[in-house]
């Protein structure tokens, strides 16, 4: 017991170690591409009021934002708030950066993960139906389906979806993550499920595609093995095999590749919320991109970090439960 308590702290605090050094070299790079942008910030601001601006004003403005500071004093100043728990204020919502993160990334989280088990799931059994049925009509047809959706973009796709689900169908609501003119709390759980469910599905199909080609190759080496020529001598039928020797070969770099793409899906997740008009982090980047709003910017790409890392984190803890080859290599 004492033991594994030890090795926890140590794999806790490599981690811990490694994610601080990220976070660091990301916010500084990160605050130095946006700062390099030719977009102006307080110009996209005023245009955002949608009336006139004095020059006064606009030095006022300037003069708030600090944006006539030297770049290595702002960007030393923001880091000093960032220690402090402080993202700064947003200028498009005029409100604290991290509480609209914190708003956002329940919505952008549920999107998420609806999205990531569904890709999981769809992933691994389909690969392992393409694995078993090598060069047969389902295993020909599946990584076509595969390769198409593997090369199609995410908002033309959710367009598609779109118009024929929502306009034509009519079987799910246009956007949003409720219905409009309804309170939140009077909000039910269907109807938050029923605006979520085409976007996350729309989502799923960008991701499982890559699971279901890597597992279905991984498979196919499997089945190729000594041991498992030995099995089939043995008179063990194919789903035998796949549940005594494939599965727990298979697992491995299916969970791999399951929990590197947090990153591919957060990515998709910012074209998929302005496809929905889903109020997450996707469309409020979107809109801090083209309104200039570096504050929210920078606490989105920040958070957006830590969140990638952390889903590496756990998984490379989980590979230690899934292969005890892994826990005798680190002891």
Not at 32 to 54: C, E, F, H, K, R
Not at 96 to 118: K, Q, T
Not at 204 to 219: D, E, G, V, Y
Request: aromatic content about 10%; overall charge positive; proline content about 4%.
């Amino acid at each position: 017991m004492r033991r594994t308590l030890g090795r926890l702290v140590r794999i806790f605090l490599l981690y811990g170690i490694r994610m601080l050094t990220l976070l660091a070299a990301v916010s500084i790079l990160s605050f130095v591409l946006i700062n390099a942008s030719p977009i102006d910030p307080v110009q996209q601001y005023i245009l955002g009021l949608g009336t006139a601006v004095s020059p006064e004003q606009r030095a006022e403005i300037e003069a708030y934002w600090g944006v006539n500071e030297p770049p290595l004093e702002r960007c030393l100043g923001w880091l000093s708030g960032l220690l402090q728990g402080n993202l700064g204020e947003s200028a498009l919502f005029r409100r604290p950066v991290a509480d609209i993160i914190r708003e956002r990334f329940l919505n952008s989280l549920a999107l998420m993960l609806c999205a990531w088990l569904s890709a999981g799931i769809i992933g691994f059994v389909l690969g392992c139906v393409m694995g078993m049925n090598q060069d047969k009509w389902a295993d020909k047809l599946l990584k076509k389906v595969c390769y198409l959706l593997s090369s199609v973009p995410t908002f033309w796709l959710g367009l598609v979806l779109l118009l024929v689900f929502s306009v034509g169908l009519k079987w799910f609501p246009i956007g949003f993550s409720s219905p409009i003119g309804v309170r939140g709390q009077d909000v039910t759980l269907w109807q938050k499920l029923h605006h979520l469910i085409l976007p996350a599905f729309t989502l799923s199909l960008m991701s499982f595609a890559n699971i279901a080609l890597h597992t279905r190759q991984k498979l196919i080496d499997v089945l190729h093995s000594e041991y498992i020529l030995f099995a089939r001598a043995r008179g063990e039928r194919n789903l035998t095999i796949l549940r005594r020797h494939g599965l727990r070969n298979i697992l491995l770099p299916a969970l791999t590749l399951q929990f590197t793409s947090f990153a591919e899906l957060f990515g998709g997740s910012v074209m998929a919320e302005n496809v929905f008009s889903y109020p997450g982090l996707g469309s409020a980047v979107s809109a801090a991109g083209l309104g200039g709003d570096v504050p929210l910017l920078l606490g989105i790409t920040l958070f957006s970090a830590l969140f990638v890392c952390t889903g590496n984190m756990i998984a490379n803890l989980l590979y230690g439960i899934i292969d005890p080859r892994i826990r005798e290599a680190e002891k």
